[in-house]
């Protein structure tokens, strides 16, 4: 599709190595897509609120995150996404080092779009982040920016 909008992401991921390694499979993508990075959900919430050293931030259209974060965890930056407004519709996936059901259960009763387990061996972790960003560039449409309710209708 042509007229598709390009790729804003927040990731939200404490490692550096996942980090290094999801931005290295975006690259041998040539994916010109922007991917903001931050290591806590304090951060996010900052990002995404445009606060502190993010004030120039772009809103981004999708976020990439952990659950296992420091400072804030991961279930309390969902539950903050989804009692606000202007952040809810923001698509989410949950990739993550954890397999635990109550992770699972819990990131989809707070309406994650995806849950994702994050794979050990390196090669297939490349493999899943162009599976993910093939599917959200290629396939999903997100709902368009709107400033009122009223322009749904």
Same mark, same amino acid.
């Given at each position: 599709?042509? *007229? !598709? #909008?390009?790729?804003?992401?927040? &990731?939200?991921? =404490?490692?550096?190595?996942?980090?290094?390694?999801?931005?290295?499979? %975006?690259?041998?993508?040539?994916?010109?897509?922007?991917?903001?990075?931050?290591?806590?959900?304090?951060?996010? %919430?900052? +990002?995404?609120?445009? !606060?502190?050293?993010?004030?120039?931030?772009?809103?981004?259209?999708?976020? &990439?995150?952990?659950?296992?974060?420091? #400072?804030? *965890?991961?279930? /309390? &930056? &969902?539950?903050?996404?989804?009692? *606000?407004?202007?952040?809810?519709?923001?698509?989410?996936?949950? %990739?993550?080092?954890?397999?635990? $059901?109550? *992770?699972?259960? #819990?990131?989809?009763? @707070?309406?994650?779009? $995806?849950?994702?387990?994050? =794979?050990?061996?390196?090669?297939?972790? @490349?493999?899943?982040? !162009?599976? @993910? /960003?093939? +599917?959200?560039? /290629?396939?999903? !449409?997100?709902?368009?920016?709107?400033?009122?309710?009223?322009?749904?209708?």
């Amino acid at each position: 599709m042509t *007229d !598709r #909008q390009p790729l804003e992401a927040l &990731l939200i991921d =404490p490692n550096p190595e996942d980090v290094r390694l999801f931005l290295e499979a %975006l690259e041998n993508e040539k994916i010109t897509n922007s991917i903001n990075i931050v290591s806590t959900g304090a951060k996010a %919430l900052d +990002f995404l609120h445009q !606060r502190g050293e993010y004030t120039d931030a772009v809103r981004p259209n999708l976020i &990439l995150m952990d659950i296992e974060l420091p #400072q804030m *965890d991961g279930q /309390e &930056l &969902l539950e903050e996404l989804n009692g *606000d407004p202007e952040l809810m519709h923001i698509p989410v996936i949950v %990739l993550t080092g954890s397999d635990k $059901a109550e *992770d699972i259960v #819990q990131s989809y009763d @707070l309406h994650v779009n $995806a849950y994702v387990q994050k =794979p050990v061996e390196p090669d297939t972790f @490349l493999d899943v982040v !162009r599976s @993910l /960003e093939g +599917f959200w560039l /290629e396939v999903v !449409r997100s709902p368009p920016e709107y400033e009122e309710e009223d322009d749904l209708l």
